[in-house]
């Protein structure tokens, strides 16, 4: 992953002071350990008038944002405000943003803001942005003091001999290097002893010289900036225009997997595109990074969780052991061989032994039975008829105890299985709610919902006009049956696989067959089957579909069913699905 660069910030510093100079923060949130948003309110800003910060140390970044990208980007996580985040509210709450300035060579953003005391007296605070890896931190300073008021992490002395960072003690930035200088500094004479005797073409071996004799720029840039240098003096003018920000051109990958300043370079590549401003390059990339890392993230936590229950119901089903058939018809067998005998009068009054012998009507042969001598013949044949019924109602036990077992390594797989296809925040939050709803996860009670609660639907339409429903977590497979379905609608799902519920609303009119064709396809494709030829589906109509009480969500009973086999039509599909 590619991370931004000091001399990326320091052009997005200049738009972003350009943009929000004169704004006012209205709002100040705190919504996970990383991530901080703040509210807004300047005319230059648009709709985009959220500023999201991020201290997560595979990309930390800032940029504008607005309420539908924050809420695309964004799930809440802490319960309450942190300390931090009171402190932050108290500073900042009206304070204007006065200009957004830099620290040459470093990855650092300082927005310097105007506000009054309780005093009423004018202060000058700099929130201080050090987007610097896993050193990354977000530091409220009082400009005129130059002394820390606060910080998202506390740096003490055992932490770092270099630096300590946390309230009450004066600011002090981050240490650059001493034994080399900047290279943007740097004269084209100084360039030329750095590069030497190599040729620029060369510019694994150019790159590495300049990266010994000077710092702040990657080898990434300075490769770019070779490229587009054939001699010494335009290798010096291409870093001044690159310092400047004169006639830069920035562009990013298609894929998203790469951006650059010198979009110059590759103008003619199809793989990639140009971006109007560096913020809109720096936010575009940034929220499609940050989401696949939430994304990887929110899946292996989920995929673990069910890893464990997988492993604990595979532990608890070959712990079970059934009852023995022969045992129970050798118990039930005894009792009656013994109120034959009884009934035959070849058995005494009494006995006072602890075994009576009695003829196996079956065999002819004597059988020799354990008894009670204090109970009565038919006492002893009750004892056994009692004995034999215990273990027929602990296999019944052990029969059903399997059955839900065994249902509930369904509904794992089941999980494991949607986990793995969700595609979005949203999907990955709602099967998080699935898990929390199984006992699986621990949920906590103060959890704040951001806007519309997230339902894990997916809605498209067919063909024909017909609005298909593709449940993508288990919940929405169950609110798919249960409520957002009448009895004329069409259920459909893979035959005895892990997959979801597809529903075709029919509005009460007559499904036709290319609408019931790309149904079937959704549920192969939205199902473990995806990669299969000749895959059944099933379908009913909703009114012969029933959760089975006391189950997991989306687990149903159904009849009436019909059967259609489908291999998976690629163009069919694409014709169906939202395109990215």
């Given at each position: 992953m590619q991370q931004f660069d000091a001399l990326t910030l320091k052009h997005l510093g200049r738009e972003l002071g350009a943009l929000l100079g004169g704004a006012k923060i209205n709002k100040v949130q705190h919504l996970t350990r990383q991530e901080f948003l703040l509210g807004l309110w300047a005319a230059k800003a648009g709709?985009?008038?959220?500023?999201?910060?991020?201290?997560?140390?595979?990309?930390?970044?800032?940029?504008?944002?607005?309420?539908?990208?924050?809420?695309?980007?964004?799930?809440?996580?802490?319960?309450?405000?942190?300390?931090?985040?009171?402190?932050?509210?108290?500073?900042?709450?009206?304070?204007r943003i006065a200009e957004v300035a830099t620290l040459p060579g470093e990855r650092v953003i300082n927005i310097v803001l105007e506000n009054f005391n309780e005093l009423g007296n004018r202060v000058r605070l700099i929130l201080s942005l050090e987007l610097m890896g896993k050193h990354s931190n977000m530091i409220l300073i009082d400009d005129v003091q130059e002394v820390i008021l606060g910080a998202a992490r506390?740096?003490?002395?055992?932490?770092?001999?270099?630096?300590?960072?946390?309230?009450?003690?004066?600011?002090?930035?981050?240490?650059?290097?001493?034994?080399?200088?900047?290279?943007?500094?740097?004269?084209?004479?100084?360039?030329?002893?750095?590069?030497?005797?190599?040729?620029?073409?060369?510019?694994?071996?150019?790159?590495?010289?300049?990266?010994?004799?000077?710092?702040?720029?990657?080898?990434?840039?300075?490769?770019?900036?070779?490229?587009?240098?054939?001699?010494?003096?335009?290798?010096?003018?291409?870093?001044?225009?690159?310092?400047?920000?004169?006639?830069?051109?920035?562009?990013?990958?298609?894929?998203?997997?790469?951006?650059?300043?010198?979009?110059?370079?590759?103008?003619?590549?199809?793989?990639?595109g140009s971006c109007g401003t560096i913020r809109d390059m720096v936010s575009a990339?940034?929220?499609?990074?940050?989401?696949?890392?939430?994304?990887a993230a929110m899946k292996r936590d989920l995929l673990q969780v069910l890893k464990r229950q997988r492993e604990k119901l595979s532990a608890r089903l070959a712990e079970q052991t059934p009852a023995e058939p022969e045992k129970i018809e050798v118990l039930q067998k005894s009792g009656n061989l013994i109120l034959n005998a009884f009934s035959a009068g070849e058995l005494s009054a009494t006995s006072h032994e602890k075994t009576?012998?009695?003829?196996?009507?079956?065999?002819?042969?004597?059988?020799?039975?354990?008894?009670?001598?204090?109970?009565?013949?038919?006492?002893?044949?009750?004892?056994?008829?009692?004995?034999?019924?215990?273990?027929?109602?602990?296999?019944?036990?052990?029969?059903?105890?399997?059955?839900?077992?065994?249902?509930?390594?369904?509904?794992?797989?089941?999980?494991?299985?949607?986990?793995?296809?969700?595609?979005?925040?949203?999907?990955?939050?709602?099967?998080?709610?699935?898990?929390?709803?199984?006992?699986?996860?621990?949920?906590?009670?103060?959890?704040?919902?951001?806007?519309?609660?997230?339902?894990?639907?997916?809605?498209?339409?067919?063909?024909?006009?017909?609005?298909?429903?593709?449940?993508?977590?288990?919940?929405?497979?169950?609110?798919?049956?249960?409520?957002?379905?009448?009895?004329?609608?069409?259920?459909?799902?893979?035959h005895e696989m892990p997959g979801s519920h597809v529903v075709i609303k029919t509005d009460k009119r007559e499904i036709p067959d290319r609408t019931l064709l790309e149904a079937a396809n959704l549920a192969v494709w939205f199902s473990s089957a995806r990669q299969s030829r000749n895959v059944p589906v099933i379908y009913t109509s909703i009114r012969y579909v029933r959760k089975i009480p006391g189950s997991y969500p989306g687990h149903v009973n159904y009849r009436q069913e019909q059967s259609v086999f489908i291999t998976p039509d690629r163009d069919l599909l694409n014709g169906l699905l939202p395109r990215d």
């Open positions: 709709n985009r008038n959220r500023l999201y910060v991020n201290l997560q140390a595979e990309l930390p970044c800032v940029f504008p944002v607005s309420s539908e990208e924050s809420r695309a980007l964004i799930l809440p996580t802490l319960p309450k405000p942190t300390g931090f985040c009171m402190l932050l509210r108290k500073h900042l709450t009206n304070a506390t740096v003490t002395g055992e932490m770092s001999r270099y630096r300590e960072v946390a309230a009450g003690l004066p600011y002090v930035p981050p240490p650059q290097p001493r034994d080399k200088p900047l290279i943007f500094n740097a004269t084209q004479a100084d360039l030329e002893r750095a590069v030497g005797s190599e040729r620029l073409d060369d510019s694994n071996r150019v790159t590495k010289n300049l990266l010994d004799a000077f710092w702040g720029l990657g080898p990434a840039t300075l490769k770019e900036i070779l490229a587009l240098s054939p001699d010494s003096a335009s290798l010096y003018e291409n870093l001044r225009r690159l310092d400047s920000g004169r006639d830069l051109h920035p562009a990013l990958r298609r894929d998203f997997q790469r951006f650059t300043l010198l979009g110059e370079t590759v103008k003619d590549d199809p793989e990639w990339y940034a929220r499609f990074s940050l989401i696949c890392l939430k994304l009576v012998t009695v003829t196996d009507y079956e065999t002819g042969q004597p059988m020799t039975l354990a008894i009670d001598p204090d109970k009565s013949w038919p006492e002893n044949a009750q004892r056994y008829f009692r004995l034999a019924r215990k273990e027929q109602a602990r296999q019944a036990h052990y029969e059903e105890l399997r059955r839900r077992l065994s249902a509930d390594q369904h509904y794992i797989n089941e999980l494991a299985w949607l986990v793995e296809q969700a595609d979005s925040l949203q999907e990955a939050a709602a099967l998080h709610e699935d898990l929390c709803t199984a006992g699986l996860i621990r949920k906590s009670p103060e959890k704040k919902e951001d806007g519309k609660a997230v339902s894990g639907l997916m809605s498209l339409t067919s063909s024909d006009g017909f609005a298909i429903l593709v449940g993508k977590s288990g919940q929405a497979n169950a609110d798919l049956v249960g409520k957002l379905s009448r009895a004329d609608d069409l259920w459909l799902h893979v």
